[in-house]
Structure formats: structure tokens, C-alpha cells
Antibody
Framework: EVQLLESGGGLVQPGGSLRLSCAASGFTFTRYAMSWVRQAPGEGLEWVSCISDTDIDTYYTGSVRGRFTISRDTSKNTLYLQMNSLRAEDTAIYYC????????????WGRGTLVTVSS | EIVLTQFPATLSLSPGERATLSCRASQSVTSYLAWYQQKPGQAPRLLIYDASNRATGIPARFSGSGSGTDFSLTISSLEPEDFAVYYCQHRYNWPLTFGGGTKVEIK
């Protein structure tokens, strides 16, 4: 079955760190760029970061650049998001998403993992 | 950063009616715009890409149009499962951005 499964969310204090994981299955992971998209409680979608299929290029939205790092381990078919210096406004459901080849749209999504930044 | 404005914020319609949702970009995105559907407690689903192309498995009642700064998503005849929130997203440049969403609710 083609799917993405996120893990690693939880409660963290402001200024803390967290690493999210996304396990991919059912497709050739190395052929796709991947992304993280988040959604604050009751709010809309916000793109966070992308990594190209070759891992050469990474992209970030301005509010997380310098604090978050996207990466992947192709031997484990897993995408990561290392989040440092977390802020209350980073509280959200974080979705892992597959990027449609040749287009920067998202054609497969995980169910999400909730990150809560609070003291 | 390109800002996408969706309107109306809420659309109240009955099953069988036609729904037209709009998305306006703060600058031209040519045809580089997608639409997603999100139901409560679920992840989004890609409906339309590059303004007018239906994604795999999307019913023909969903159609997209537009170019430049003005786009629309039309649902020709609402089915009960179509009541949800819809988002647009551009891929014209970085950062990618989403619109604020339109909720299609049952009247």
C-alpha cells in the first residue's frame, strides 16, 4: 500500500527541539521530492519545507529557515524534520507529503503528527 | 511572497447545487495553481493541478479554470461527500503558499 506515516510529535517547551519522522512505503522513495506542511489548530495549511528527489536542494518558508532542517535517509525510506528553537506559533499538525513529479504539488499525504509547543 | 486570497470564506449550498470557489493571487502565477479538499480530521487531497488538470481518481464533477491571478474551482453538482474545506496552492516560486480556504457547508 502506498502510504506515509509520521511520528515524533508531542509536547515540547518553548526553545526546545523535536525531530519528526515520516516513513514512506509502497513507492520508490528516491524518485520523489518530499515536503512538510503544517496546520495550526483550526487554521489553514502552511507549507514548511521541501527537499528535492536528489537531496541536493532544500527549501524553507521564512519563519522556520535557520531553525528547521529537512533531510532524508533513503536506506530507511524515511523523511525527517529537525525542529530547533521551537516557538508557540510552531504548534500544529505536521503533515508529510509527497511531491508530484515535475510539479511542486502534493499528491500523497500522511495523517499528520501533532506538535504542541507550550510551557 | 505570493498571497492567495480565497473567497467566499464559506459557501452554503444544498446537495445537487453547483459550487464555484475562487482564488486570487497577489501576482501572476501563470497556470501554476492547484486545489485541495480537506475533510475534518483528514489530510488534504489533491483535486486539480496546474489550474485545470484533474488528479488521479478525481471525479469529473470537479473542474478548475483560470490563469494569471484569477482561478476558480467548480463542483458541478454537490454530492454529500463534497462538503469540506478547499484550499488553493501555487508553485510559481518559493515560498510555496496556500490560500486561507473556503468551507463548503450544507445549507
Amino acid at each position: 500500500e502506498v502510504q506515509l506515516l509520521e511520528s515524533g510529535g508531542g509536547l515540547v517547551q518553548p526553545g526546545g527541539s523535536l525531530r519528526l519522522s515520516c516513513a514512506a512505503s509502497g513507492f520508490t522513495f528516491t524518485r520523489y521530492a518530499m515536503s512538510w506542511v503544517r496546520q495550526a489548530p483550526g487554521e489553514g495549511l502552511e507549507w514548511v519545507s521541501c527537499i528535492s528527489d536528489t537531496d541536493i536542494d532544500t527549501y524553507y518558508t521564512g519563519s522556520v529557515r535557520g531553525r528547521f532542517t529537512i533531510s532524508r535517509d533513503t536506506s530507511k525510506n524515511t523523511l525527517y524534520l529537525q525542529m530547533n528553537s521551537l516557538r508557540a506559533e510552531d504548534t500544529a499538525i505536521y503533515y508529510c507529503a509527497r511531491v508530484m513529479p515535475h510539479y511542486w504539488y502534493f499528491d500523497l499525504w500522511g495523517r499528520g503528527t501533532l506538535v504542541t509547543v507550550s510551557s | 511572497e505570493i498571497v492567495l486570497t480565497q473567497f467566499p470564506a464559506t459557501l452554503s449550498l444544498s446537495p445537487g447545487e453547483r459550487a464555484t470557489l475562487s482564488c486570487r493571487a497577489s501576482q501572476s502565477v501563470t497556470s501554476y495553481l492547484a486545489w485541495y479538499q480537506q475533510k475534518p480530521g483528514q489530510a488534504p487531497r489533491l483535486l486539480i493541478y496546474d489550474a485545470s488538470n484533474r488528479a488521479t481518481g478525481i471525479p469529473a464533477r470537479f473542474s478548475g479554470s483560470g490563469s494569471g491571478t484569477d482561478f476558480s474551482l467548480t463542483i458541478s453538482s454537490l454530492e454529500p461527500e463534497d462538503f469540506a474545506v478547499y484550499y488553493c496552492q501555487h508553485r510559481y516560486n518559493w515560498p510555496l503558499t496556500f490560500g486561507g480556504g473556503t468551507k463548503v457547508e450544507i445549507k
